[in-house]
């Protein structure tokens, strides 16, 4: 790894503010997606606090209820889409090349356009604020009739055409990705090589280029309906409006693996360098991420489960059937820990909080699946705290993982792991603390989506204590941000590897130069810089 | 730090495909072929509208809810489709859909031997046939919209019940991505009278025709399913 | 091949843990504090807080809410358990450079956590299928039919002479969604067909203690039959999303014996049937001789000058009302919402409902008396629409 250290000062991290608007470097865009991410995750944050502040006490005491639902509309929204599943795209896009040993991705100009829509889309989206009669407010499903034109105005067109850049953003990466992956590998790095990120980012783009589509279809239906006198959802006219959810979450019940498996990504490489084994079942992880991927095409309507209009049986099979290559994950993962030499620094904690709240979040799944009592729990807060579970439980803390991971590749500084350890604790307890109730106020019955309850329901004490918990994750924010400032100038110097990892960015030095590689090191394993390091272990 | 993006690019485009995959698909081409899988969930999700919405269609005739397509209301207009058009006063007007049919499907021929004619390096060729590729997609652009303009005479549009909705939306979307289609190939003969391609060095206009191709093939789905299959009276 | 991060790193999981296991306690400590109880606690991980629930779908729903339960808990606590036991068991000790036996899997045992969960996944399917079965099953008898109609952001049942359909006949509009007088009230043990229409948006029929809820698509007619089969009155709500008021739009059902409900049913069809719509209370009886506005006419009309107050586009148009204290007045009420149900319902500060007067489907007027109130303010609603809220100062 000596031929690593023939760039001491390179300079991926700094360049004026011209060559960020215009890089074409697939690490720059990553951190550009990972930051931009970050800041639609800090406004959606703050929309979900308003939301939580308003439901502390019944009564409406800051807010009404117009913008109650603009404000939880627009958190999901940017939490969704232009938060999770840009930054899994950010992680892809610096990762992948690296962890393949290219120098680049496929289209560099088209990684760029690629982002570059992100903020354009954000702010179409976020501009329905400023729009009269204020934001999309019908949730981030946008369900018509409720979205069309009788019942809201300019801010729902805004939301539309913000989604479809996105949607646009979404689908020119995952080609990218696609071609990247196929080829442009290393030599010797084959596909049952590839490390499980680079899988699942090619597993996860397979779904946007088949389902982001048709949510694009979906949504255009509805701007028609909306702005040109269309009837395809317009119950009046002979439109369908269930159609619309049969559409939609063709699309967006991939994309819940879209939002996920990038982050078991993540998870797959942090259990392994810091438990300092392989992964455990390397091929059986990559099928059944590739299972849960087909899967996850035929389980659309266990959303709709209560309209009536779907097919019951077959829907919930397949939902149940797709907790099996989950549980497949799982087992690998604490397999892969079992008789390791774990090392807690900040990632692997992390790593820890994803597999405690992925376990709730998939077996409080299992709940739904089962058709009657989802009749008794859809559209309560049990399936808010199931959500939460998978997305925040799950793909938040795996994005932090990553970040903490990653951090010290990207900048060549690592962050400090006091303030990680402290941030950590933070948004574990704040996380459970808030969403854990939210199962007992499903159960009870409270409706999600609802902006204010009678005080003679009993959900007041638990609604109290998720505020509280949300304004501790809120306040778990503070140590990350602090330690990104601080360490960005005055972290310690991380060197290539600091983490003793497996997969080739850690073969390049921190940063890396323009295209990567001097030179790489031989590839016969899913882990050639370990075996740069110590041999190679078993045939693969 | 530009010329270095600039270096990347070059890199990442061209080298790359002739380093490491000389035997397969160019990137581009590559590309083009997963852009235009999106391209088909996007028109599969439409279909899956018009399908949908079609089968469920119901009218009040003499006091009963019964199916039919299409609506009562154009069932006259319509009668004759897809050659002839009988307006609300009496009058044939030819119509144009089954020549712009042609059209679009013998574009398709032409396309393919422009990318015949520049893997043998015949330029002259390729330019030519290009050239009347893009001639043939204005003309049924030009038709379309006149299709278009006889239908808004007799009052049906986006909002004349869900016929009006789904016919125009899909075959606007369809008009769109000939439009796109067009467009790429009007760079494509632009680039190739600058010389730019070769028998070695023709990504670009594959990936071009194939995405023609697909635009072609959409409409003989489109024109299948819109024209040719019966209809349902009441 | 030492590093920093690797001899400083074993302290973490002991910090974090410790952090995580104080504040574990402290919550625990005030839940107990706040007089919540294992017991209550327990419960709480079953719907409506374990309390019995009151159809003969709904226990069927339960029992499978069980068996998920048990079989998920059992599943969390051995899949944590090992998560922890690894956590603990597993860290690397400080200096401990080497390597642990790079084990890359074991395709036996890949195979067994495959099988395992797939039995298990099938096993809930077919039980699930099976309660399906019954919470879907039509009742093959019955003679209690609803239309549940739902609306922004109101409630509105129609009690029908047969199955819903074309021909079915209206016998009772039901337009008050809550209070004694209004709900929709239904008969204990005897099978209940309800369908669900909605003219706007999509709403969704929820009753907690149903356990049962089902969309209301406009366009498509949702059913379902049940047998309530303990009497009582249970809370119901829109559980889809329809708007600002979404959460305001509630419902009551009252489960009453069999004999009450034919009781209630017959005065209901027999009101229903004088001259509908049912004439506004205590309209001034002075007919014939139009009095001029603002000074109702007429004998008995109190004193001083009537209150004005209307109903435009579910809301009050003026929300802050006086009248004077301790003798009758009159308000003048114009519902301007076209077939819209609204009224007046003065409550005193504790919710005691002082006067509540009866429904207007507008557009309409209707001139309400009111009783002598004592000084003091009083909040109004519609009994329709929870939302649409004033206050009246009487002074």
Redesign the interface.
């Given at each position: 790894m000596a031929t690593t250290a023939l760039h001491p000062a390179a300079p991926a991290v700094r360049g004026g503010l011209y060559e960020w608007l215009t890089t074409t470097d697939h690490k720059k865009i990553g951190m550009l997606y990972l930051v931009n991410s970050l800041v639609f995750f800090a406004l959606g944050g703050i929309l979900a606090l308003v939301v939580r502040l308003e439901l502390a006490q019944p009564g409406m005491q800051f807010i009404d209820e117009a913008f109650y639902n603009q404000a939880f509309t627009m958190h999901a929204s940017f939490m969704l889409f232009l938060f999770i599943i840009p930054i899994l795209a950010g992680f892809g896009n610096y990762a992948v090349p690296l962890q393949i040993g290219a120098p680049d991705m496929a289209f560099p100009r088209i990684n760029a356009l690629s982002f570059w829509l992100l903020p354009l889309g954000g702010a179409l989206m976020a501009s329905g604020f400023l729009a009269s009669g204020g934001a999309a407010a019908s949730g981030w499903t946008e369900y018509p009739p409720l979205s069309g034109p009788a019942y809201h105005g300019t801010g729902t067109d805004l939301w539309i055409m913000g989604l479809v850049l996105i949607g646009t953003s979404s689908i020119l990466g995952a080609i990218n990705f696609l071609v990247t992956i196929f080829r442009m590998r290393a030599p010797g790095m084959t596909l049952f090589r590839m490390p499980i990120l680079s899988w699942t980012v090619l597993v996860t783009s397979v779904l946007v280029l088949m389902s982001t589509p048709v949510l694009t279809s979906a949504l255009i239906m509805l701007f028609i309906d909306r702005n040109y006198g269309g009837h395809f959802f317009d119950p009046a006219n002979g439109g369908n409006a269930v159609l619309y959810q049969n559409v939609f979450w063709f699309y967006s019940h991939p994309a819940v693996y879209i939002m996920v498996l990038p982050a078991m990504g993540i998870i797959s490489e942090v259990l392994p360098v810091f438990s300092r084994k392989p992964l455990f079942g390397y091929k059986a992880f990559v099928f059944a991420t590739v299972g849960i991927g087909a899967l996850g095409f035929s389980v659309w309507a266990h959303h709709m489960f209560t309209t009536g209009q779907v097919f019951l049986p077959f829907f919930a099979l397949m939902t149940f059937l797709i907790a099996v290559p989950t549980g497949v994950k799982m087992f690998n993962w604490i397999a892969t820990l079992w008789r390791g030499k774990l090392v807690f620094s900040t990632p692997l904690l992390f790593a820890f909080g994803f597999l405690t709240m992925f376990l709730i979040g998939g077996l409080n799944g299992a709940f739904s699946a089962a058709v009657p009592v989802d009749f008794a729990l859809h559209d309560t807060y049990w399936v808010v705290a199931h959500l939460h579970y998978v997305l925040f439980g799950g793909s938040v803390f795996g994005v932090f993982a990553g970040i903490y991971y990653w951090f010290p590749k990207m900048t060549g500084r690592m962050l400090n792991e006091t303030l990680g350890k402290l941030q950590f604790v933070l948004m574990f307890v704040g996380f459970n603390m808030t969403f854990f109730p939210m199962h007992q106020l499903g159960l009870m019955g409270m409706p999600r989506r609802i902006a204010d309850y009678a005080s003679t329901a009993g959900w007041t004490e638990l609604n109290t204590l998720a505020t509280i918990g949300g304004f501790t994750i809120g306040l778990s924010m503070v140590p990350f941000l602090w330690n990104v400032m601080v360490s960005l100038r005055n972290g310690r110097i991380a060197g290539d590897d600091p983490w003793e990892g497996n997969t080739l960015e850690w073969a390049t030095s921190s940063p890396p130069p323009p295209y990567n590689f001097d030179h790489l090191p031989e590839i016969r394993s899913e882990r050639p810089v370990f075996d740069a390091r110590h041999g190679r272990t078993a045939t693969h | 730090?530009?010329s270095?993006?600039a270096a990347?690019?070059t890199?990442?485009?061209t080298h790359?495909?002739t380093e490491?995959?000389a035997a397969?698909l160019g990137?581009p081409v590559?590309?083009m072929l997963?852009?235009i899988?999106?391209?088909?969930?996007?028109?599969?999700?439409?279909f899956?509208?018009y399908f949908?919405?079609r089968a469920?269609?119901?009218e009040l005739v003499n006091g009963q809810l019964v199916h039919l397509w299409p609506p009562a209301q154009f069932a006259d207009t319509l009668k004759a489709l897809p050659f002839v058009i009988t307006t609300s006063e009496g009058h044939t007007v030819l119509n144009v859909i089954l020549p712009a049919t042609l059209i679009l499907i013998a574009s398709s021929f032409t396309c393919q031997l422009g990318v015949n004619a520049i893997k043998r390096d015949d330029r002259t060729g390729f330019l030519r046939n290009f050239g009347v590729t893009l001639v043939l997609g204005i003309l049924f652009l030009l038709l379309q919209a006149y299709d278009y303009t006889v239908l808004f005479g007799e009052g049906m549009?986006?909002?004349s019940?869900?016929f009006g909705?789904?016919y125009f939306?899909l075959t606007g979307?369809h008009g769109a991505h000939v439009f796109g289609g067009a467009l790429m190939l009007a760079v494509v003969v632009y680039r190739g009278m600058a010389g730019q391609f070769s028998a070695r060095h023709h990504d670009m206009v594959e990936a071009t025709s194939l995405y023609w191709h697909f635009v072609d093939i959409v409409w003989i789905l489109l024109f299948s399913v819109l024209y040719l299959l019966p209809g349902v009276k009441a | 091949m030492s590093l920093p991060p690797r001899s400083r790193a074993s302290s973490g999981p002991l910090i974090a843990g410790t952090l995580i296991v104080v504040v574990i306690g402290i919550a625990i400590v005030a839940l107990l504090a706040a007089g919540i109880t294992p017991q209550r606690a327990w419960e709480s991980f079953f719907p409506v807080g374990g309390q019995p629930v009151v159809t003969d779908r709904a226990h069927a729903t339960r029992s499978l809410y069980d068996v998920v339960f048990y079989i998920a808990a059992a599943i969390f606590l051995l899949v944590e358990g090992l998560i922890i036991f690894t956590a603990i068991r597993y860290r690397r000790k400080p200096g401990d450079e080497e390597l642990p036996p790079q084990i890359h899997g074991n395709n036996l045992i890949e195979i067994i956590w495959t099988v395992i969960p797939l039995g298990i996944v099938l096993f809930l399917f077919v039980i699930s299928w099976q309660t399906l079965n019954t919470v879907d099953a039509k009742a093959a008898t019955g003679d209690v039919h609803v239309r549940a109609v739902a609306a922004r952001f109101q409630w509105k049942f129609d009690y029908l002479d047969g199955p819903d359909g074309p021909n079915a006949k209206v016998v009772y509009e039901q337009l008050l969604p809550v209070g004694d007088d209004g709900g929709l009230v239904l008969p204990v043990g005897s099978p209940v067909h309800i369908t669900l229409t909605s003219p706007d948006v999509i709403h969704a029929f929820y009753v907690p203690k149903f356990l049962f809820k089902r969309d209301v698509v406009p366009g498509k007619l949702n059913n379902f039959d049940f047998t309530v089969d303990t009497p009582g009155t249970y809370r119901g709500q829109c559980a889809e999303l329809c708007g600002e008021f979404h959460g305001s739009m509630l419902f009551e059902v009252h489960a009453l014996p069999q004999a009450d409900f034919d009781a209630w049913m017959a005065a209901a069809v027999k009101k229903a049937q004088q001259s509908p719509p049912p004439p506004p209370s205590g309209a001034p009886a002075g007919s014939g001789a139009p009095a001029p506005s603002g000074a109702p006419a007429g004998s008995g009309a109190p004193a001083g000058q009537a209150v004005q107050e209307a109903a435009h586009n579910i809301a009050f148009v003026n929300q802050n009302l006086s009248a004077p204290a301790n003798t009758p007045f009159a308000i003048e009420f114009d519902n301007q919402d076209a077939g819209q149900p609204h009224n007046i319902e003065i409550k005193d500060a504790g919710g005691a409902v002082k006067f509540k007067g009866d429904l207007v489907i507008g557009p309409a007027k209707a001139t309400y008396d009111v009783p002598a109130l004592p000084a003091g303010t009083y909040p109004f609603v519609c009994t329709v629409h929870s939302n649409m809220t004033g206050t009246i100062t009487v002074q």
């Open positions: - | 730090m530009t270095d993006a990347l690019t890199h990442g485009e790359d495909a490491h995959g397969g990137n590559l590309g997963l852009f899988t999106s391209e088909v969930m996007f028109f599969a999700g439409l899956a509208a949908s919405i469920s269609y119901q549009g986006l909002g019940t869900t909705t789904t939306t979307f | -």
